[in-house]
């Protein structure tokens, strides 16, 4: 058994130095490294990859991040023509190389892809969540919409979620819609790249002119797509719903929206870091297919027979996914498999496959967890960027076509492995297959087996490339990348049974013990061992294993190739739609920021000018406060003093002069003498009572001048916040009836009818003028007058001598009294009412009457003005307040503004940048051919 190079994976095998291959030393551009035949850059990629498997250690730097793919790597660089060769090495042997390096670059890259989306979508996730902090606090604006006008493009494709519809938020990531960048010609045509023409015109179509909205362009509205808002409510328009809810409903809508957008990148990041992938390996019956998949995994675990053997879908997976255990998990038709419920499956040994899968009516598929006899470096199906599954379905004919068909369709499928024999060509069946499947998906990776049995290979290459053309023409044009002509049976395999042995890995070079070999098949059934050249002489024997390791060589490529395009698809399928989701809520995130950044600022214009404007009112009013309340209390009592002096004045002047008045008391004689008393008494009581009145009166005027000078206040200060009142001057001093008559009490005494006092100061008089005219004759004309009559009588008793008047005193005398009474009867209707005045001022002054009703009446005024003051008060004060307030709540939205302003200014930034990076990570590479060619 010769072991040849292992141009699988260009890594060292554990076949140690004798899988060296001789080399010139010549050739500058590689080194071999160890014993492998890995050249040093393919090495330092393989170390890069380990350093950046995607598990743990896979998180980039920034600037690594930002990388993404960089046009320049992508180059086609041709091998400069001076490269030199060692003798013996041909072109297809660096050209291998050269491609297994360009697969672990695609990988690498895939990796630093999905490792910077990943990253995007944390941070964006902690910018939504930050967005929705701030939109509780600051509910954000949100512009409105307006419906397209005319219908979506009905979807065509039945697949479910793989177009952009207005409602963005479905669960399935496919329904996302990639605006992100223009479409190219791309290999991984699946729905999501085929349908961008038809998504974008409806894009085209959301994004006909419209109405102007509130708050920002129609053009800015229909920019959303994520974190739309879809108001359905009946038939009004969006625009009038976002106009007519209120601020917060819209924000609490919006939250929702948030939320749901994170939930649906929580999922797109578990998407973008599952790891596995599903091939579907399927072709015509008895193409080889069960072979071809023990050749990827270097092990016969399918069984494999001349005979149509495979009858149910069998699925190869890796061991740790069965908690390290091999076997087989047989699915009865009907049960949905559920490898946590026995129930749902029959357990078997890896040996007992054959059993399962020839002629089986019981079930439907397998699972068959196998363990990977590579090592991570090694492996096609296991390396921790990309783990493949592979699905070996029953061979194509009537029967199983459209089942076949349906699986294909799967949206887990990433890709469709089609086998067909070289020496057969397609049967009609596999012809039908590829027509539908080329119709959903563009490319379908072919796998043209048994090449080993055709003489005319370029012939046969020829037509095989023709009909592929006609079937799958975008597969025909990547052929270079897609169509592979290769000998699974030429590819060493260990048994079923043998899991340890890694003499199989190196990419087949190394046939360590069990390992199965085509020309030593231990079992004698494998007839395609003499195929790879008999062993004869030492010059066949050279040829055969110099066909032998070209077929291995031929299988590498194709390795490679599958590699690299089943991380192409799964760019499309699972980093595709993560991507256009990001940019999608990126770019909301942007327009949001833009409008509630635009939206605060203008808040924050408004309140600083509101402030502005409202300082200077504030101070005033608080001015008016205390000056419409000075003035108040300035009115109070002024009109209050004013009332109390002139009630006081009035009253002491009327009291003081009532006698004088004309009381309008007829003086009746002195039989009604008490009568009179007491009738000038109670006119006297009277007019002092209508004085009170009088002075009431006066009070009321009063007032009513005060009550409009507080009103005039109240209007000067609070304009129309002043609550006019009407005051009714009547209703004052109601309670009070005067009770004169009853509170003063004044006896007329019989002293009162006589005014001695005025009868003396009579006499007084008298006597000054006329003292030495009468003595005797005159003496009673003098008496007569009424005064002087003790005068008289001494100028009497000198005149007419002792004697005589002694006797004419007595008569004399009489004729005095007599006199005198009868001038005091006379001057009762004058001397009574000065009497009884006088008695009535000594009362009332006792009363303190005047200062009483003065007091009583300035009280009543100045209660009569209280309740305008105050009600003038109270809104000044409310008015003051009500400033305060509005200067308060003014001053937090402008701190809020200043908050938000900032807050999305940020955000504007941040979602820019983030936007920006996912934007560099170019998932439409390069075309594995193109890497491939790349020179390293
Ligand atoms: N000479 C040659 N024989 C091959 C090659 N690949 C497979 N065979 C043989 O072809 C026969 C059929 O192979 P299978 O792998 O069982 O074919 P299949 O497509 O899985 O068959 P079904 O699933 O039963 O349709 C076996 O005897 C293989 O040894 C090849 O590349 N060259």
């Known amino acids: 058994m010769s072991q040849g190079p292992s141009p699988g994976s260009g890594y060292n095998s554990p076949g140690g130095s004798s899988s060296t291959p001789r080399r010139s030393p010549l050739r500058p551009s590689y080194m071999t490294v160890g014993s492998g035949s890995t050249s040093e850059s393919a090495a330092r990629l393989a170390a890069m990859l380990d350093d950046d498997s995607g598990y743990g250690g896979s998180i980039m730097s920034g600037e690594d991040m930002d990388r993404g793919w960089h046009p320049g790597l992508t180059a086609d660089l041709p091998t400069p023509s001076h490269t030199p060769l060692r003798p013996g090495e041909s ?24 490792t910077a989306l990943g990253r995007a979508i944390n941070q964006t996730v902690e910018t939504l969540k930050r967005l929705q902090e701030m939109n509780s606090t600051w509910p954000a604006h949100y512009p409105s919409t307006q419906r397209p006008q005319t219908p979506l493009p009905v979807r065509t494709d039945p697949r479910p979620g793989l177009h952009h519809t207005q409602s963005t938020l479905d669960p399935h990531p496919e329904t996302d819609l990639p605006l992100a960048r223009p479409l190219g010609p791309r290999r991984a045509g699946t729905s999501l790249g085929e349908n961008r023409s038809q998504v974008e015109s409806s894009t085209a179509a959301i994004r006909r002119p419209a109405p102007e909205p509130r708050l920002v362009t129609p053009q800015l509205a229909q920019d959303f797509s994520i974190l739309k ?18 601020k917060h409903s819209i924000a609490s809508l919006l939250d929702g929206q948030i939320s749901k957008s994170i939930r649906h990148l929580f999922s797109l990041r578990e998407r973008i870091e599952d790891t596995s992938s599903k091939v579907l390996v399927t072709g015509d019956l008895n193409a080889g297919k069960s072979t071809f998949c023990n050749a990827l995994l270097r092990r016969k675990v399918l069984p494999e027979d001349q005979q149509p053997c495979t009858s149910i879908f069998c699925e190869v997976l890796d061991v740790r996914e069965n908690g390290g255990v091999e076997e087989v998990h047989a699915i009865p038709i009907d049960s949905i498999y559920n490898r946590d419920d026995e129930r749902t499956y029959d357990v078997y040994a890896l040996k007992q496959l054959e059993n399962i899968v020839t002629d089986n009516e019981r079930y439907s598929q397998c699972k068959i967890y196998v363990k990977d006899i590579r090592t991570v470096d090694e492996s096609l199906l296991n390396n921790g960027v990309v783990d493949i599954a592979l699905i070996d379905a029953p061979g194509l004919n009537n029967d199983s076509l459209k089942t076949t068909a349906v699986f294909a369709r799967q949206e887990e499928i990433d890709v469709v492995v089609f086998v067909v024999s070289a020496a057969n060509h397609f049967t009609l069946s596999a012809k039908e297959f590829i027509f539908n499947a080329a119709r959903e998906k563009a490319y379908i990776f072919m796998v043209v087996n048994g090449f080993d049995n055709i003489r005319d290979k370029k012939r046969c290459q020829e037509m095989i ?14 052929s270079a990348e897609l169509v592979h002509f290769v000998s699974s049976n030429a590819i060493p395999v260990v048994p079923a049974g043998t899991t340890g042995g890694s003499g199989g890995g190196g990419g087949g070079g190394g046939s360590g013990p069990g390992v199965d070999r085509p020309n030593d098949d231990p079992d004698g059934d494998d007839d395609s061992a003499g195929k790879h050249g008999e062993p004869g002489s030492p010059a066949d024997e050279g040829k055969g294993k110099g066909k032998e390791r070209e077929m291995q060589q031929d299988f590498a490529e194709l390795e490679s190739s599958l590699r690299r395009f089943v991380l192409e698809k799964r760019a499309r399928s699972k980093l595709a739609p993560a991507k256009t989701y990001l940019m999608n809520v990126l770019g909301d995130l942007h327009s949001l920021a833009t409008v509630n950044k635009d939206v605060a600022q203008s808040e924050l214009d408004r309140v600083t000018k509101e402030l502005q404007d409202l300082e200077p009112v504030y101070e005033q009013s608080k001015r008016a406060r205390t000056e419409a309340s000075e003035g108040v209390e300035h009115t109070i009592e002024g009109t209050a003093t004013e009332v109390y002096s002139h009630t006081r004045d009035t009253l002491n002047t009327t009291i003081g002069r009532v006698a004088e008045r004309d009381l309008g008391v007829h003086y009746p004689g002195l039989l009604s003498v008490y009568q009179f008393a007491e009738d000038i008494k109670a006119a006297m009581l009277r007019e002092i009572s ?27 200060h609070l304009g129309d916040e002043y609550t006019d009142l009407t005051f009714h001057s009547e209703k004052m001093f109601r309670r ?21 006092a005025s009868l003396w100061e009579r006499q007084e008089k008298v006597a000054g003028t006329s003292m030495a005219v009468t003595v005797a004759g005159v003496v009673g004309g003098r008496m007569i007058g009424g ?5 008289g009588a001494l100028g009497a008793a000198k005149v007419v001598g002792s004697n005589n008047f002694r006797r004419l005193i007595i008569p004399g005398l009489l004729a005095a009294v007599v006199l005198g009474c009868s001038y005091a009867l006379t001057s009762i209707p004058r001397s009574l009412p000065r009497r009884l005045s006088a008695k009535l001022s000594t009362q009332l002054a006792a009363l303190d009457y005047t200062h009483a009703n003065a007091l009583r009446i300035s009280s009543e005024v100045r209660r009569a003005l209280k309740y305008p003051a105050d009600n003038l008060r109270v809104g000044l004060q409310r008015s003051v307040e009500q400033l305060q307030g509005k200067r308060e709540e003014t001053s937090k939205i402008k701190t809020e503004s200043e908050v938000a302003r900032k807050y999305f200014s940020n955000l504007l930034r941040e979602s820019h940048d983030i936007r920006h990076r996912v934007e560099r990570v170019d998932l439409d590479g390069p075309a594995p051919g193109v890497a491939a060619s790349y020179d390293f």
């Open 91 to 114: 072109n297809a042997a660096s050209e291998n190389e050269r491609r297994i390096v360009a697969s672990h670059v695609h990988q690498l890259y895939y990796n630093q892809n999905r």
């Open 787 to 791: 005064v002087g009559w003790l005068d």
């Open 690 to 716: 209508e004085v009170v009145n009088v002075c009431e009166e006066h009070a009321r005027g009063q007032t009513v001048q005060g009550f409009s000078g507080i009103r005039s206040l109240g209007l000067l």
């Open 229 to 246: 808002i879809d108001l359905k409510m009946g038939g009004a328009s969006q625009t009038e719903l976002v106009h007519s809810l209120e």
């Open 736 to 756: 009070k009836k005067d009770a004169l008559a009853r509170q003063v009490d004044v006896e007329v005494e019989v002293w009162d009818f006589f005014d001695v």
């Open 465 to 478: 490339l023709k009909q592929v053309a006609h079937l799958s023409p975008a597969t025909f044009k990547e």
